[in-house]
């Protein structure tokens, strides 16, 4: 895997691109988010200090999704009304991306869906209970969660920076899968995958929680 | 590396008590156990949401702080509610306890009457259907028939939880269920949170939690409580069912290798007119094989009468007898209800373990003479020797059939009593409204 390095456009550290499929990261001394644009790097923003998290997950952390090991490259935290949850951007030893959800430690893998199997509705026409029949299974809009970017880590996919209000349309099955239509852009992004169990993922360098084994 | 924030020691607002924050990070709302105040855990000024009105102070059956091992796991017991719905007017509480593993999360016990349940949410979606007419909910496969749908307040709390509320604040709460689980629907505006507990019998938890003394003992049927005899109804019938199966085949066996040799038969004929002595003996028959059955069968052309056989079978060599005798009436006429009979024309003796050997019969047929009429009956006499004879084998299948019926009633009567509960059952009502 290559690892390019360049310095931070803001204080001059190495700032160090892991994955190939990263296209943001975060400078690790001056919290700046730079952005690749050609072989330069890009100033975009900065980092917010993030709030406690009580997340046993954090870069570095790895994990086995069916029998394809991963590592957390990456996060994006959301807050909303009942508090926040974490969005880890997973990297699969093949480069491919994926996203590994923390909402109050019940967890989902899903993988971006481009093309969408069809044009999703806009966000001012989803409602709860609206149902997709994609790929052979029904999916039903559960829970719409108007949420609030509260910052980023590590390295992403994509630019992912200084966006404000973001709808969520939660995605389910009655076979465990898991669904999210992100509103953050138009059209809206797709993510689909399923709810797995803490113990399935077998993670691997988690977080030290005081007092608790893992 | 660094350390998931988890564990905060504050003061409560209001009072000024020593609070504990156990899930810092996921925690919304911590309540200060003095002066029973809902506090904003997200504020850094700890702002009160909330004073609460107790009818009477509860004390957690498990305390708050407390870790145990369920399933495998280690949960701490980090909140707990009395929630209540009133069901005609009457009013029921049950406990929930919040329990929290900082990698897996959260997970509930719930607690009425000495009846505990471990819940945890669901990752899949319940589909509505119905069953046998009632509502019912389909998960992973299996039915849960609707066993009551309530609106749920919290009355009490204690602790911390993940979200926010106040007490008084109502859930529409919708119960489905197959024991020993049962999927709960919590409706609100926004969402229907389901989520899917298992029975656990007191015992479990008292063990889990280390709890002292002896667990209170649960009163009644809980709704998704396991049938002590569910399961093993249906143990019971395969088995017992193998069995008569068993005793078909031996039954089966046995009548194929009967010899059922007829080895005598003749006619003959009485009449009460007759004089002097009416016993005769028959000519000799020869008995074979090893020691079995021997059947004498008499058909008779009786009409409105009775007559009286005795025999004995006699053992030419040894002179050694078996005695036995068969009363034979046949009655019919019509009366203003019909036709009618009463009795037959035909009767059967069974005589077991008769050794081989050459045998003769003394037969004495007998009739009514105190009429002073005349009575005559023509009979048959038929000797088989080595018949099937399976009555002990019908005695023994309809014994083997008693254990699962008995466990299939009591079984039945367990689902009776569990369903007499249930909000959706109309008659135990009225029945409950008379009483």
């Known amino acids: 895997m290559s690892q390019p390095v360049a310095n931070c456009p803001n204080c001059g550290a190495a700032v160090r691109f892991r994955f190939s499929s990263a296209v943001q990261s975060v400078c690790e001394y001056c919290r700046s988010i730079v952005v690749r644009r050609d072989v330069n790097l890009e100033r975009v923003g900065e980092v917010s200090d993030l709030p406690p998290d009580p997340s046993p997950i954090q870069i570095t952390t790895e994990g086995i999704y069916r029998n394809r090991p991963f590592v957390v490259a990456g996060r994006i935290l959301y807050e909303y009304e009942q508090g926040g949850w974490n969005e880890w951007h997973i990297v699969f030893s093949d480069g491919k991306s994926g996203w590994l959800s923390d909402a109050m430690a019940e967890y989902a893998v899903t993988f971006g869906v481009v093309p969408t199997p069809e044009p999703l509705p806009p966000a001012e026409k989803i409602h709860r209970g609206r149902r997709f029949r994609w790929y052979g299974a029904d999916y039903q809009v559960t829970l719409l969660t108007p949420a609030r970017y509260r910052g980023v880590e590590g390295e992403l996919p994509f630019e992912y920076w200084n966006k404000q209000q973001v709808l969520f349309a939660d995605l389910r099955t009655s076979d465990a899968r898991f669904g999210t239509i992100d509103y953050s852009e138009r059209p809206a992004l797709l993510f689909l995958g399923e709810s797995v169990e803490f113990e399935a993922l077998r993670l691997k360098n988690l977080r030290r929680v005081e007092g608790w084994d893992a | ?435």
């Open chain 2, 1 to 435: 590396m660094s350390t998931a924030p988890q564990v905060r020691s504050l003061n409560c607002t209001n009072c000024g008590a020593p609070l504990t924050i156990r899930a810092g990070g996921h925690t919304l709302t911590v309540v200060c156990e003095r002066c029973l105040t809902l506090l904003d855990a997200r504020d850094p000024a700890l702002s009160v949401l909330q004073t609460f009105q107790a009818r009477q102070r509860v004390q957690p059956l498990i305390p708050l702080g407390r870790r145990g091992e369920l399933r495998g796991s280690t949960w701490e017991a980090i909140g707990f509610q009395v929630r209540e719905i009133v069901v005609e007017s009457v009013a029921y509480n049950w406990s929930e306890y919040l329990l929290y593993n900082p990698f897996k999360g959260f997970r509930y016990l719930t607690e009425y009457d000495g009846h505990w349940n471990f819940v945890a949410t669901l990752r899949a979606l319940p589909e509505e259907t119905t069953a046998r007419g009632r509502q019912a909910v389909r998960y992973l496969g299996q039915t849960y028939a609707c066993f009551q749908s309530a609106s749920a307040r919290t009355i009490f709390v204690l602790g911390e939880f993940p979200w926010q509320f106040r007490v008084g604040e109502a859930v529409y709460v919708s119960d489905y269920i197959a024991p020993p689980r049962a999927v709960s629907a919590e409706r609100t505006q926004n969402e229907v949170a389901w989520s899917l507990g298992e029975y656990l019998p007191g015992g479990e938890v008292w063990k889990a939690f280390k709890l002292p003394g002896a667990c209170p003992p649960a009163r009644g049927i809980y709704s998704n409580q396991p049938s002590p005899d569910g399961p093993n109804a249906r143990s019971v019938w395969t088995v017992c069912l193998a069995l008569v199966g068993l005793l078909a085949a031996m039954m089966f066996l046995f009548s194929v290798g009967a010899r059922q040799e007829e080895v005598f038969q003749s006619s003959y004929t009485f009449s009460t007119a007759m004089k002097g002595e009416t016993s005769f003996v028959t000519p000799v028959f020869e008995l074979k094989g090893r020691p079995s059955n021997v059947e004498v069968k008499v058909d008779t052309d009786l009409e409105n009468d009775w007559a009286y056989l005795s025999f004995t079978l006699i053992n030419e060599q040894s002179g050694e007898g078996f005695d036995f005798g068969r009363e034979i009436g046949y009655y019919h006429g019509v009366d203003t209800d019909g036709s009618w009979s009463e009795g037959g024309r035909d009767d059967r003796v069974l005589v077991p373990s008769v050794p081989p050997g050459r045998y003769y019969l003394r037969v004495e047929p007998d009739m009514n003479d105190e009429d002073g009429k005349a009575h005559s009956v023509r009979y048959q006499v038929k000797v088989r020797r080595d018949v099937p004879y399976n009555p002990f084998f019908w005695i023994a299948g309809l014994l083997l059939l008693v254990p699962p019926i008995f466990v299939s009633l009591r079984a039945a009567g367990f689902e009776k009593a569990r369903w007499q509960e249930s909000s959706f059952v109309s008659d135990s009502k009225s029945d409950r409204e008379d009483e």
